[in-house]
């Protein structure tokens, strides 16, 4: 299977833990995207890489949020010290340098399920 | 405030007819408009986009239209097929904006009854 995979698919944490979930882009898509959607809404805008370098960052993306892609290909999302708030299904995506066409098509994993009791 | 609105929470459309998802929008710099079809347990699944220069694009069943005096986007699918029942986002992209900020509106659960 050649597309965004995440894991884990669920996690179920206490508040106060410190939570980590992985993303693999599909192969040589260079820019990487995570979101956060939660119940009845669209998803979020959380972060955004081009190869290893973090060129965006949201507001809703709070100091406790932290995510790296350190060789440019697969990313991690940190959560320090969850809060209930942080409930959500997050979600990665990826896309191609476009080229000759330029196309902003994302294409998503399916997700890892946060759940803090 | 909601730049990307989906009005309409849920759709009922039988099969072999038309399904018309409707979608609005308030930022005039928007560019790029994309909609996703999301089943349950999945990640958004990309289906089909128009740019701004453009007032229709189509895509064997699925067809886009943009009117951009009216600030507004629709996605038809004919025939509607059982298959088809989701949840359908539109998301925009903006004009000198970030390769990576999307803005989605709230989705709309399409239903296609057999």
């Known amino acids: 299977d050649t597309g965004v995979s995440q894991n884990p698919r669920h996690k179920i944490t206490k508040r106060g833990q410190n939570v980590t979930f992985r993303c693999d882009p599909i192969s040589e898509h260079n820019r990487l995207y995570w979101y956060r959607q939660t119940l009845g809404q669209g998803p979020e805008f959380l972060t955004y890489f081009q190869n290893e370098a973090q060129l965006e960052k949201s507001r809703l993306l709070s100091d406790r949020f932290s995510a790296e892609r350190p060789k440019g290909s697969f990313s991690t999302l940190e959560i320090q010290r969850t809060e209930q708030g942080d409930s959500a299904m997050y979600l990665c995506?990826?896309?191609?340098?476009?080229?000759?066409?330029?196309?902003?098509?994302?294409?998503f994993g399916p997700g890892t399920r946060l759940t803090v009791t | 405030d909601q730049q990307v609105k989906q009005n309409s929470p849920s759709l009922s459309v039988q099969e072999g007819r038309i399904s018309i998802l409707n979608c609005d929008y308030t930022n005039s710099m928007f560019d790029y408009f994309l909609w996703y079809k999301k089943y349950p347990a999945e990640g958004p699944t990309f289906l089909i986009s128009i740019s701004s220069i453009k007032d229709k694009n189509e895509d064997g069943r699925f067809t886009v239209f943009l009117n951009k005096s009216a600030k507004h986007l629709s996605l038809h699918i004919v025939p509607s097929q059982p298959g088809d029942s989701a949840v359908y986002f539109c998301a925009a992209r903006r004009y000198g904006g970030s390769q990576g900020n999307l803005i989605f509106g709230k989705g709309t659960k399409l239903s296609v009854k057999p």
């Open positions: 995506a990826s896309s191609p340098r476009g080229l000759a066409q330029v196309s902003y098509e994302q294409y």
